[in-house]
T-cell receptor, first 116, second 115 residues
Framework: AQKVTQAQTEISVVEKEDVTLDCVYETRDTTYYLFWYKQPPSGELVFLIRRNSFDEQNEISGRYSWNFQKSTSSFNFTITASQVVDSAVYFCALSESEDSNYQLIWGAGTKLIIKP | GAGVSQTPSNKVTEKGKYVELRCDPISGHTALYWYRQSLGQGPEFLIYFQGTGAADDSGLPNDRFFAVRPEGSVSTLKIQRTERGDSAVYLC?????????????FGPGTRLTVL
């Protein structure tokens, strides 16, 4: 069973629009970590955020914000006032507790296209 | 350098040849990971090192793939008798200590093309 689902394969918006990328995860562990990475056309995976399962506070960093809801097993990512430079593939990933397999479990990614 | 570095950035080889891909992690990071990423997909785990030892090599697809980290820093991923299906971007990442608690930072990857 897929553990990290990014249902949106590709999203295209016009610059300055707000856009939300969805991430739904599945785990039986009570301790886990969720991540978002950005992969621009250059190919390098860039770390954006890490959230542990005990911290449900939403996070804001500039134009980026993350909404973590354990009740729906979701960790959604919103870009406000999008810019062309935000165009990239965005990956959500899950890391489960120390007793479990520690590999990052990746979603399939959402390709975000910001049109000028 | 400050980040994870990988060499070469691109490698083109012929089917059946041997290749080595190198990863230089962030200084002081004890954990090192290799992933493989095919076009349009997320990274696929290959192997994880804690220090000099391979803590988990369950992601290596077959015995043609091997990786070493002899001094607990630089790692080399070795692929014997390459096949066209091995073509992918090979990503290396490192983290400070434990993989489940520490963020993994990625290098730029090596794009391997097997003709």
């Amino acid at each position: 069973a897929q553990k990290v689902t990014q249902a949106q394969t590709e999203i295209s918006v016009v610059e300055k629009e707000d856009v939300t990328l969805d991430c739904v995860y599945e785990t039986r562990d009570t301790t886990y970590y969720l991540f978002w990475y950005k992969q621009p056309p250059s190919g390098e995976l860039v770390f954006l955020i890490r959230r542990n399962s005990f911290d449900e506070q939403n996070e804001i960093s500039g134009r980026y914000s993350w909404n973590f809801q354990k009740s729906t097993s979701s960790f959604n990512f919103t870009i406000t006032a999008s810019q062309v430079v935000d165009s990239a593939v965005y990956f959500c990933a899950l890391s489960e507790s120390e007793d479990s397999n520690y590999q990052l479990i990746w979603g399939a990614g959402t390709k975000l296209i910001i049109k000028p | 350098g400050a980040g994870v570095s990988q060499t070469p950035s691109n490698k083109v080889t012929e089917k059946g040849k041997y290749v080595e891909l190198r990863c230089d992690p962030i200084s002081g990071h004890t954990a090192l990971y290799w992933y493989r990423q095919s076009l349009g997909q997320g990274p696929e785990f290959l192997i994880y090192f804690q220090g000099t030892g391979a803590a988990d090599d369950s992601g290596l697809p077959n015995d043609r793939f091997f990786a070493v980290r002899p001094e607990g820093s630089v790692s080399t991923l070795k692929i014997q008798r390459t096949e066209r299906g091995d073509s992918a971007v090979y990503l290396c990442a490192s983290s400070l200590t434990r993989p489940s608690t520490d963020t993994q930072y990625f290098g730029p990857g090596t794009r391997l093309t097997v003709l």
